[in-house]
Structure formats: structure tokens, C-alpha cells
């Protein structure tokens, strides 16, 4: 079983969606969720290419799994309870840079989130989950980002008490 049938087989547990609706034209929620899940996990935790993720959904094309990708990142965050089992499935995927694009993305969402609401407990999270991201990845540009970072957290600290 390669990585790509592995993921399918583990989004299948999870949702009990079977193949032949998972790889079917069919349309309805729970199948197109657990596609979409599919393709996250699959463009994450895999080098496959689009067309070869797509293949392992019923020949989808290669813009369904991008579009399925983007949906499904939008769904975690506004639903993350609903879609936690994504989350976990990810963060068994390697390698760490994988792991820590995923932080980054949620760390930037949880800042645009902070940004709009503007609360002190909302601000520092977000810095926090960027700074876990930014470690992650450990090179002198993500350093001087940190340091940044770390400088504007404090200035955040200072004006808002």
C-alpha cells in the first residue's frame, strides 16, 4: 500500500464513506468532505502531484483537488472541532517542513482572525502559534522573523498593557 492509498483508506475509516462513493460523481457532503479531506491530507503529508492525488479520487481533475484543497483548509478553520481527524492525520505526515507550512497557515489565519478582533488574548495566541511555526523551521531567515516577531509581540504588550 503506497502513502497516497494509505490516506485514502484512512479518510475512508474516518468518515465511513466508502470507495465506490468516495470515487463516485456523486455530490453529496460527507463524499465531497471526505475528498477534499483526502486531498489535503494526500498534498501535505506527499510529494504527488495534483493529477496523481486526482487519480486516487476517481480521476478528478487536477483543479478539483487544488479547489478541494483550499475548501477544506477554510472548513478546519471555521469548523476545527468538526474536522480535528484532519488535523491529526497531518500531523502524523512528514516531513517537518510539511508540518510546519500546516502551522504557518494556521498561524496566519489565527492572526487574521486576531486583526479583526483586536483582543489581547487573540493577538498573543496568534504570535504564539506563529512562533511554533517559525521555529519549526529553524534557518536565519525564520531567526530574523522571530526576532521581529518577538519585538512587535512586545510593543503589542506594551500599548495594549
Not at 506527499?46 to 483543479?63: E, R
Not at 469548523?79 to 496566519?108: C, H, L, M, S
Request: include cysteine.
Amino acid at each position: 500500500m503506497n502513502a497516497l492509498e494509505f490516506y485514502r483508506q484512512a479518510v475512508l475509516d474516518k468518515t465511513g464513506v466508502s470507495l465506490d462513493q468516495f470515487t463516485s460523481e456523486k455530490r453529496q457532503r460527507e463524499f465531497v468532505e471526505a475528498r477534499q479531506a483526502f486531498f489535503l491530507i494526500a498534498h501535505t503529508n506527499t510529494k504527488a502531484t495534483y493529477k496523481q492525488i486526482a487519480s486516487y479520487a476517481g480521476g478528478k481533475d487536477h483543479s478539483t483537488v487544488i479547489h478541494g484543497i483550499n475548501t477544506m483548509k477554510d472548513l478546519m478553520f471555521s469548523d476545527p472541532r468538526k474536522f480535528a481527524w484532519v488535523k491529526e492525520i497531518i500531523e502524523q505526515g512528514e516531513p517537518v517542513t510539511i508540518k510546519a507550512d500546516y502551522n504557518i497557515y494556521q498561524a496566519e489565519m489565527l492572526c487574521a482572525s486576531a486583526r479583526l478582533s483586536l483582543n489581547k488574548k487573540d493577538v498573543i495566541g496568534a504570535y504564539k502559534a506563529l512562533r511554533k511555526a517559525l521555529n519549526a523551521l529553524a534557518t536565519p531567515e525564520i531567526t530574523d522573523e522571530l526576532l521581529t516577531l518577538a519585538a512587535d509581540q512586545k510593543q503589542f504588550e506594551e500599548v495594549n498593557g
